[in-house]
């Protein structure tokens, strides 16, 4: 029965009171005209902010021609939006989603079939890494591991094994005749902004290598130039075979794809894979207009100059409230700070003074702003983390 005074959807989000009515830039308006600093936006998604003239343009443009006509036919946009991420990249082909999840499910099933062609199909285990996010499907809760998400869905999807990133020699203990690839995140978004050390991922390369094995990166968060480089794995000097990307690479519309060599790929012939919507002619537009800026000439390094005075600033800050603040994580803007207080108490605390962070693993807030903030966006941002901080800091003080 309908009920005025409480809401009808599943409550799988304990949201917050607030609701946007419309955005621009790295600001949001809330239906009650508050004006919020946007540093989560909509979790490294908003790549370049809300209301972007150029998203707004190529959405508008192709809403008036075509929306959607089903992967039976040619899309002339999706052929040159693979090809541009092919160019850009270690990879050859690509296959479209339309979720982060759905692009690693694609992973998964890529590197799963590679095997069984190759005339293997007893390889079918991967193995991911402690801390790990890869999505909320039954396969990608598996390969995350973290068992409050996979507890009271019936049984855990078989084939995935998990050990501690860094530790090799429970990672040989774990690779067998039945294993696959292995597959992590070289930045732990959800996990806490925890950077996989390059000389681990080196490694891993090298383990991949020698048993036979594909190398897949979730790239879901740290890539289309959040932390500064069209990919994250690009400041480590390691490919991967296989790559799942989504968040940013949409703007905010739904977009997630798959990018492999065309080895790594060799088992997705026709029929063996498919999806309704993914690379709809909408998506597509919008996935062209947002690589349009993020490789346009200048736009990486600016994201690399603000991240790096972003950082700078932070470091200030948690210097000036070590009771609240334990350290700065990550890279480009794609900022972690773990704190000594609750993450969710202190971003309510951002909240309060109008500024949006994301709560992660580990005790940390992320910052996630728009790849496109100023220097005064970065400063507004600094004085209300500073203003969160004190308040949080007042707290502990009229407590003891
Ligand atoms: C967000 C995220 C996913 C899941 O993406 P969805 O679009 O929510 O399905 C997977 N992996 C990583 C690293 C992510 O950050």
Redesign the pocket.
């Known amino acids: 029965m309908a009920s005025a005074s409480t809401s009808a959807l599943v409550p799988t989000y304990a949201r917050a009171p607030i609701a946007f009515e419309r955005g621009e830039g790295a600001w949001l308006v809330a239906d009650n005209g508050e004006r919020y600093l946007d540093f989560g936006a909509g979790?490294?998604v908003n790549a370049l902010g809300h209301a972007h003239p150029h998203l707004v343009e190529a959405l508008t443009t192709q809403a008036q021609k075509i929306w959607h006509t089903s992967n039976l036919f040619q899309i002339p946009d999706g052929e040159r939006l693979g090809r541009r991420l092919v160019d850009a990249t270690f990879a050859d082909v690509a296959f479209f989603a339309?979720?982060?999840?759905?692009?690693?499910e694609a992973a998964i099933k890529m590197a799963r079939k590679y095997h069984a062609v190759g005339g293997h199909p007893e390889r079918y285990r991967i193995v991911t890494f402690e801390g790990?996010?890869?999505?909320?499907?039954l396969a990608?809760i598996a390969a995350?591991g973290q068992a409050k998400y996979i507890e009271g869905f019936g049984p855990k999807v078989d084939g995935f094994d998990q050990v501690p990133a860094g530790d090799f020699e429970a990672l040989d203990a774990v690779i067998g005749p039945e294993t696959a690839a292995l597959m992590i995140?070289p930045i732990?978004?959800?996990g806490g902004v925890r950077a996989i050390d390059n000389d681990v991922l080196r490694r891993l390369r090298a383990i991949c290598d020698e048993r036979g094995l594909l190398l897949i990166f979730?790239?879901?968060?740290?890539g289309v130039g959040r932390t500064g480089k069209f990919f994250a794995h690009e400041w480590t000097g390691v490919a991967p075979d296989i790559m799942?990307v989504?968040?940013g690479i949409g703007g905010g519309f739904?977009l997630?794809v798959c990018l492999a060599t065309t080895e790594a790929a060799r088992g997705l012939t026709a029929g063996t894979h498919g999806t309704t919507f993914g690379g709809n002619p909408l998506a597509m537009a919008v996935g062209n207009a947002v690589i349009d800026v993020i490789l346009a000439d200048g736009f990486l390094e600016q994201v690399q100059r603000t991240g790096l005075l972003l950082k700078q600033r932070l470091a200030a800050l948690v210097d000036r409230h070590p009771r609240v603040f334990t350290e700065i994580r990550g890279q480009g803007l794609m900022l972690g700070l773990k704190l000594n207080v609750l993450n969710t108490d202190f971003a309510a605390a951002a909240r309060a003074q109008k500024l949006l962070v994301i709560p992660a693993g580990d005790n940390v807030v992320r910052l996630l702003p728009p790849l496109i903030i100023t220097e005064d966006d970065v400063a507004q941002a600094v004085e209300r983390l500073d203003a969160a901080a004190s308040t949080l800091e007042a707290q502990v003080r009229g407590a003891a």
């Open positions: 979790i490294a339309n979720s982060g999840a759905e692009a690693n790990a996010f890869h999505g909320r499907t990608t995350g995140e732990q978004g959800e979730d790239e879901i968060q740290t799942t989504a968040k739904p997630g």
